[in-house]
């Protein structure tokens, strides 16, 4: 069984991100292979900076890494430094019909909310397709906004097939995420960055207590009164991080009364920092040896292309591509 997950470097990673896309992708590489791509040509349709775009490439392979991902069990790399996805991705857009990509609602959102809509970004199903099937894939992680693009990936796959011939292509399945609806932003919000209401997996011990303490919303319920426990920002982002009898305590203190909001925030903040104190530590070794995330990019591309090829062979033959 081999997993393909792709992840934009958008900028700073947060809780959201990591419980809908990172730690099920670190638990896929235990199940199956694994390959896992930094998706820098699709955030190049929402991104027009090219310092920021590197910066964003390299931070996310870090964090990755921090998190979890063992480049000796999967394949870490750059969409970029595979080429042949841009081949692919021409190709799959000769047998694509505009009304596919025309029902496709990822582009009305993002023109929604004032991007150019360019060409790329209308034609972003199409390379999403080819990042799947240049590499053979069997199952691709995504959430529910993403799967209808595994529909068109399927589509195209299957025009390949009934055109030139029924073997060129799988035809992959979606494992559909259920979690990243239920990781609230600090404001009860889903966690977004456009909502400015995200908790950062990374960074400094006291501004992120600071955060916590500040920005999770709560009611004016005084500190002797219980608590309400539906609807709580604070129980839900504590659940996501704390043990079974640990949030368990935490609910019946809310309902005894006689514990502030302020107490229940500290709790919070201790089990968030808690959870990832294995990840930070890792992330300070990588960042100390910058050689390590050079390796395993260039390692990943090197592996990821020698998948490519394969596909690439057996297409290019099947449509005309060699005449020899």
């Known amino acids: 069984m081999r997993f393909l997950t792709g992840l934009q470097p958008s900028g700073q990673l947060h809780i959201g991100n990591y419980f809908g896309a990172i730690k099920p992708a670190v638990e896929l590489q235990e199940k199956g292979e694994a390959f ?6 699709h955030a190049m349709t929402t991104m027009e900076s090219a310092a920021k775009l590197k910066e964003n490439t390299i931070s ?4 990755f890494l921090a998190c979890g991902l063992d480049p000796k069990k999967a394949v870490l790399f750059s969409q970029s430094a595979v080429p042949e996805v841009n081949e692919l991705a021409w190709i799959l857009s000769t047998v694509c019909p505009m009304g596919l990509l025309e029902r496709c609602h990822s582009y009305k959102d993002k023109v929604a909310k004032g991007f150019s809509p360019s060409h790329a ?24 906004d993403q799967k209808q693009h ?3 990936t399927r589509d195209l796959a299957a025009k390949i097939n009934d055109t030139f011939g029924a073997d060129i292509f799988k035809l992959p399945e979606a494992i559909i995420s259920e979690v990243t609806a239920v990781v609230p932003g600090l404001d009860g919000q889903k966690m977004s960055k456009s909502y400015g209401n995200t908790l950062p997996i990374f960074g400094e011990e006291k501004p992120l207590r600071k955060l916590i303490n500040k920005k999770i919303v709560t009611d004016a319920t005084p500190l002797e009164a219980p608590k309400p426990t539906e609807g709580s920002i604070i129980l839900a982002i504590y659940k996501l991080f704390a043990s079974e009898e640990q949030y368990k305590a935490m609910i019946e203190a809310h309902q ?25 530590e890792k992330r300070e070794w990588i960042l100390a040896n910058p050689d ?7 390692d990943g591309a090197n592996r990821a292309r020698e998948e490519a090829a394969k596909t690439m062979s057996r297409l290019r033959e099947a449509v005309g591509l060699i005449w020899h």
């Open 36 to 41: 896992y791509f930094i998706a820098n040509y």
């Open 60 to 63: 996310l392979a870090v964090d």
């Open 121 to 144: 970004l209308f034609a972003y199903p199409a390379l999403m397709a080819a990042d799947i099937l240049l590499y053979n894939s069997d199952a691709v992680p995504v959430g529910k």
């Open 150 to 152: 595994l529909e068109v």
């Open 256 to 280: 005894r009364g006689g514990v502030g909001y302020g107490q229940f925030k500290k709790d919070v903040f201790e089990a968030y920092w808690e959870y990832f104190r294995a990840a930070r």
């Open 292 to 298: 390590y995330v050079t390796t395993v990019l260039t």
